[in-house]
């Protein structure tokens, strides 16, 4: 993404504790450095020949704080009370952040009060009458092992931010972890904005989590390479079933609501799918050079298809119902049922037999245990919250950018989705993978159309 952007974090004041991770300010000792406020990473990397001297100044202006353990701390370890909440839909990788956040706050920095707040931001609110679950790391020692969240989970409660605000208050919590994806981080920025001008000295520290990896300036989202492995499995299953019957048809509807990242990286990790269906790119069904007549060109050459198809593409197609679940996302029609049934129609009505299977495994890849992968990225995620909270830090999120850990501000990262570029690399190799046409629109124009 091109321009400037202000990547400065906000902080609760100076830091005059001691911390009590040692480790050097000098290289060559074997011991690890501390982290300076003024380490940074470039945004931009990217280098064009006939750059403006403007776009020169941008790309030096975005510079990305850098995470890790500060020398001095802003909170006394012995004072702290830590609260941690996941929120939104399940993702693999939810227990590991957990364990790892609840570790670092005991082992690292010798923080005895760690609260998990059950069910999302429902619980802190009273009518719920959901109690805190006490938090030390015998009790999550093994929750890595398991899928789902071991807090529990919930869409929806966030818009309420005086509660919440005066919950947290209530509970004389000093710092706040909480794991969600984009609209969870914005109900963050708002409590933490509630807590600021209440005057107190609370760090709200996020930690995204969004499956479909459409996270603006994180380089990868945890859960995301579980979920593409688990996918692939399921890919590789819907093949069988159709590579052997008589021109067998395999549909798999993967997550992916308004960004194809999964469906994308499935077919470039199975090597079997014939057709990619992505929110970002739009096509028709019928016509001359709509999808069905390209699958009917398949078959008609293979005598079988894969199709993969993300959840949220084709929806210029269906019936849109305008309703919004309890996170304030748009209800999606089922495209993956639509599709099964006018492929059926299709071939009936042109008396070709076809055998198709249809798979939606999506709620058995959100709630699958972290891949090691991921679980590697969710432990050092949780390490980095728990420094940047204990230095003091707010209304951030931990991120990755060009491979290194740093402090994102919650209000620059919510601010646009990431998409998958039809113009872009990664979906250019996706087409070299699938062998699909490059645009399934009768009308060149109907392109230009979708964009509006």
């Known amino acids: 993404m091109k321009g400037r952007f202000d990547f400065s974090i906000c902080e609760l004041g100076p830091r005059k504790v001691e911390s009590p991770i040692k480790l050097s300010n000098t290289y060559g000792k074997f011991i690890a450095n501390y982290v300076k406020d003024d380490q940074f990473v470039h945004y931009n990397i990217d280098v064009y020949s006939d750059a403006s001297s403007e776009e020169i100044a941008d790309s030096q202006a975005n510079i990305i704080q850098k995470a890790g353990p500060r020398e001095n701390i802003y909170f006394n370890p012995k004072h702290v009370h830590a609260g941690i909440c996941t929120c939104g839909g399940l993702c693999p990788g939810l227990n590991d952040v957990i364990r790892s956040v609840v570790r670092c706050l005991w082992h690292r920095y010798g923080v005895r009060r760690i609260s998990?707040?059950?069910?999302?931001?429902?619980?802190?609110?009273?009518?719920?009458?959901?109690?805190?679950?006490?938090?030390?790391?015998?009790?999550?020692?093994?929750?890595?092992?398991?899928?789902g969240s071991f807090l529990g989970t919930?869409?929806?409660?966030?818009?309420?931010?005086i509660e919440i605000a005066d919950a947290i208050e209530a509970l004389n919590m000093n710092m706040v972890f909480i794991i969600g994806g984009d609209g969870t981080q914005r109900?963050?920025?708002?409590?933490?904005?509630?807590?600021?001008?209440?005057?107190?000295?609370?760090?709200?520290?996020?930690?995204?989590?969004t499956v479909?990896?459409?996270?603006?300036?994180?380089?990868?989202?945890?859960?995301f390479d579980t979920a593409v492995v688990k996918a692939t499995e399921a890919v590789a299953a819907a093949h069988m079933e159709a590579h052997s019957h008589i021109n067998g048809i395999g549909l798999v509807k993967l997550m992916g609501r308004e960004a194809g990242f999964i469906a994308t990286h499935t077919v470039l990790a199975s090597h079997e799918a014939n057709f990619c269906l992505i929110?970002?790119?739009?096509?028709?069904?019928?016509?001359?050079?709509?999808?069905?007549?390209?699958?009917?060109?398949r078959i008609e050459k293979s005598h079988h298809a894969l199709i993969v198809v993300a959840e949220g593409a084709?929806?210029?197609?269906?019936?849109?119902?305008?309703?919004?679940?309890?996170?304030?996302?748009?209800?999606?029609?089922?495209?993956?049922?639509?599709?099964?049934?006018?492929?059926?129609?299709?071939?009936?009505?042109?008396?070709?037999?076809?055998?198709?299977?249809?798979?939606?495994?999506?709620?058995?890849?959100?709630?699958a245990p972290a891949a090691p992968i991921d679980s590697i990225y969710c432990e050092r995620?949780?390490?980095n919250a728990?420094?940047?909270a204990m230095a003091g830090k707010t209304k951030l999120l931990i991120g990755v950018v060009h491979n290194k850990f740093v402090h994102l501000p919650i209000d620059v990262v919510v601010t646009k989705k990431n998409y998958v570029n039809p113009e872009g690399s990664l979906w250019r190799d996706a087409l070299d993978t699938i062998s699909q046409p490059v645009l399934m629109l009768n009308k060149p124009e109907d392109v230009e159309n979708s964009r509006k």
Do not use: C, W
């Open 116 to 147: 998990g707040i059950q069910y999302g931001f429902k619980g802190f609110l009273p009518e719920y009458g959901f109690e805190l679950k006490e938090l030390d790391p015998d009790i999550v020692d093994d929750i890595h092992k398991t899928g």
């Open 154 to 161: 919930s869409r929806g409660g966030g818009e309420r931010i």
């Open 187 to 209: 109900g963050a920025l708002e409590i933490a904005e509630e807590i600021e001008k209440r005057n107190l000295k609370i760090a709200i520290v996020g930690i995204p989590k």
């Open 212 to 223: 479909d990896n459409d996270l603006s300036f994180i380089q990868k989202s945890f859960g």
């Open 279 to 297: 929110p970002e790119v739009p096509f028709d069904m019928d016509g001359p050079n709509g999808f069905l007549a390209a699958l009917e060109k």
């Open 314 to 367: 084709g929806q210029l197609l269906l019936q849109a119902t305008n309703e919004k679940d309890a996170s304030g996302n748009k209800k999606l029609a089922d495209i993956g049922v639509f599709l099964r049934d006018h492929i059926t129609q299709y071939f009936r009505e042109k008396e070709i037999h076809i055998n198709l299977k249809y798979m939606d495994p999506s709620y058995q890849i959100r709630s």
């Open 381 to 383: 995620l949780g390490n």
């Open 386 to 388: 728990v420094h940047a």
